[in-house]
């Protein structure tokens, strides 16, 4: 048999379909020569091809049959992943060149902070919901329903684009992240994983690879948390873990006034479809994401495969003293707020170090906010970290413990070692946001394992990592009602939440290689 495929997909179609000897009931002649003239197939010989129910003259028993393409409508059939072996399955390759044109272009919608001298090197400023967060979403289901794609948005903006399998009667197997930026973010941070996912999609499709159930990329909506302040808002509506309610009626950041109902409502973003893990159900969910962090760098590692996302609980201190006038008010007669707070953050440090965890503050107000007046009153955000719950909840107690102490004037630590006791002040404490450790799904770890070896070939022991995610994800939310896990690469200098943001194309492929073989590993894998 003399039919040449200079498509992947069809070389291999050629191997199962000669075998089979089936004729397929739809392909007309017509149809199979309009595949010939688009480059779909060949003919190095004058074999006939079979076609419905016509049969050219001199037809052969090992004739080529072609059978029906099932997503887009047309009559060539395509090759199924559970019929593929493993020199196929890796054979099918991510286009490096298409991963970062596509990523580059949809980052003409948001564009931040320039930090070099190439055009694409400058940061994102695409909050959610904005104007500019609604283009890359039109882009983004543009693209997936010209890919043959379903696509479906929720009541809170989340955007499910489903490429259907040879059965569709049970959940598809997704990628996902978002589209969102920090105020000053990058470009690599979420955005790379839904172009990972939709080249992904191209993948199968320029291979006529056919999935054994469908497959497909979710855009989660507010992953940030920027604009409108809770993140992973719409992933954990997704997972009954928010009210509806709740984050429909988050008010943006001042000085704005929307909420994220009327912004939705505003872009036309705002579906019909309930925001429920019952109304679109996962088998499961697998996320490219870079590091946000230094260890794949410093370790020279590629691919980390992520076992789960660490716990944490933030926290809102508020210390109340007095204002006193600068000029006026000796050392040991001031009830200053600011300096307490110092003491209370550099002692937070302390117990982070000593607990193997992480304490954070990125936000400190302090009132009346003079020059000549010391501080009465300073409220602070308290980021507290650990693998382990365990760990969180020891720090919370050494916390509570702690701050109320210290601000009463008692000497812990030696915080008080060379200053001048001065009067005695309180601090309350509120729990604002509490995130459990994560563990993701062993099956999906394995997946992820077997991809990233397959990807890198012999070297793949030395480098890849098994690792903790230290960011939190929507991977969170949908592993509470999914199997889940994570493929993270490396970031230069393990910058993130910034303009220069930055990973290497190289490594963008990589891991979009490896999303790719992980989801098709999967789909292979699923009854």
């Known amino acids: 048999m003399a039919w040449a495929f200079p498509n992947l997909g069809f070389r291999f179609a050629l191997q199962r379909i000669v075998a089979k000897r089936r004729v397929s009931p739809s392909l007309t002649a017509a149809g199979a020569r309009v595949a010939a ?42 090759l199924h992943t559970k019929e593929m072996n493993e020199e196929q399955l890796s054979s099918l390759k991510v286009d490096q060149k298409r991963l970062m044109e596509d990523l580059h272009y949809t980052c003409q919608w948001g564009t931040g902070e320039k930090w070099g001298e190439a055009p694409t090197e400058t940061g994102m400023a695409r909050l959610a919901l904005s104007d500019t967060d609604k283009q890359a979403r039109d ?9 043959g794609c379903n696509v479906t948005v929720d009541a809170m903006g989340n955007t499910f684009a489903v490429r259907p399998g040879l059965n569709n009667d049970k959940p598809p197997t997704f990628a996902g992240s978002h589209l969102d930026t920090q105020p000053t973010g990058g470009r690599y941070d979420g955005i790379l994983g839904i172009h990972a996912g939709i080249e992904m999609l191209k993948v199968l499709n320029d291979n006529w690879v056919e999935t054994q159930f469908p497959v497909g990329v ?13 993140s992973m808002s719409a992933s954990g509506v997704w997972a009954g873990s928010i009210p509806l309610e709740v984050a429909h009626n988050l008010r943006e950041v001042h000085p704005g006034t929307a909420t994220m109902a009327s912004e939705l409502s505003r872009i036309s973003y705002l579906g019909n479809t309930p925001c429920s893990y019952t109304a679109m159900p996962m ?6 994401h870079i590091e946000q962090g230094p260890l794949l760098e410093i370790t020279n590692k590629k691919i980390g495969v992520v076992k789960g996302v660490q716990a944490y609980k933030w926290l809102t201190v508020k210390v109340r003293g007095r204002d006193t006038h600068t000029g006026t008010t000796d050392l040991k007669s001031r009830a200053d707020a600011l300096l307490t707070a110092s003491k209370l953050i550099l002692h937070s440090h302390k117990l982070a170090t000593a607990n193997g965890a992480l304490a954070s503050t990125g936000i400190l107000n302090l009132k009346p906010g003079s020059t000549n007046t010391v501080p009465g009153e300073v409220t602070f955000s308290l980021d507290i970290r650990a693998s382990k719950d365990e760990t969180v909840a020891k720090m919370i107690d050494l916390v509570e413990r702690d701050f109320p102490k210290i601000a009463a004037g008692e000497d812990i630590g030696a915080l008080n070692e060379g200053c001048t006791p001065g009067l005695p002040l309180t601090v309350s404490i509120t729990h604002d946001f509490d995130s459990p450790a994560t563990y993701f799904h062993q099956r999906c770890i394995e997946a992820v394992n077997e991809a990233a070896h397959a990807t890198l070939g012999p070297d793949g022991k030395s480098l890849v990592m098994e690792m903790t995610s230290g960011a939190g994800h929507d991977s969170v939310y949908a592993s509470k009602r999914c199997p889940t896990s994570m493929i993270f690469v490396p970031c230069r200098d393990g910058v993130s939440h910034n303009p220069a943001e930055f990973t290497k194309e190289e490594d963008c492929a990589l891991g979009a290689q490896v999303l790719l073989q992980s989801v098709l590993r999967f789909d292979r894998q699923r009854e």
């Open 37 to 78: 003239r688009r480059g779909i197939l060949t003919c190095t010989n004058k074999r006939p091809l079979i076609c419905g129910d016509r049969q050219q003259q001199g037809l052969r028993n090992d004739a080529v049959v072609l059978q029906k393409k099932a997503f887009l409508g047309s009559q060539i059939r395509r």
């Open 139 to 147: 882009w983004f289901v543009e693209t997936a329903k010209e890919l």
């Open 218 to 230: 979710v855009n989660w909506t507010n992953e940030e948390g920027a604009r409108f302040p809770m």
């Open 283 to 288: 088998a499961a969910h697998f996320e490219l």
